[in-house]
Nanobody
């Protein structure tokens, strides 16, 4: 059983930056595919970014088009933590951000259905 705890959300002005963290406990963190998803009011959950293990110390990252070039996902396996660095934030980025853990051999990194464990979420609000 894997437990995930997000932190780092808050209120920021447009153009600003935030770093979200997701601490994992249980399981073999180094092998998990870790993803970030978000859900804005009245909208469905949407993929943001994910990072998965390829081989030994090699990982592959994928991003939604809407955040590519502005957000960066990374992981610190020594701390069992995945991060989401967000910059040039826009009001449209306002949402609850969720961390998720899925299998190493995940079929589709962008599909939330592929992930087995979810955090409680952290609110990010970007003011204009």
């Amino acid at each position: 059983q894997v437990q995930l705890a997000e932190s780092g959300g808050g209120l920021v002005q447009a153009g600003g930056s935030l770093r979200l963290s997701c601490a994992a406990s249980g399981g073999t963190f180094t092998l998990y595919t870790m993803g970030w998803f978000r859900q804005a009011p009245g909208k469905e959950r949407a993929f943001v970014a994910a990072i998965r293990h390829i081989s030994k110390n090699t990982y592959y990252a994928d991003y939604a088009d809407s955040v590519k070039g502005r957000f960066t996902i990374s992981r610190d396996n020594g701390k069992n933590t995945v991060y989401l660095e967000m910059s040039s934030l826009k009001p449209d980025d306002t949402a609850i951000y969720y961390c998720a853990a899925g299998p190493e051999r995940i079929t589709t990194m962008r599909s939330g259905d592929q992930y087995d464990y979810w955090g409680q979420g952290t609110q990010v609000t970007v003011s204009s």
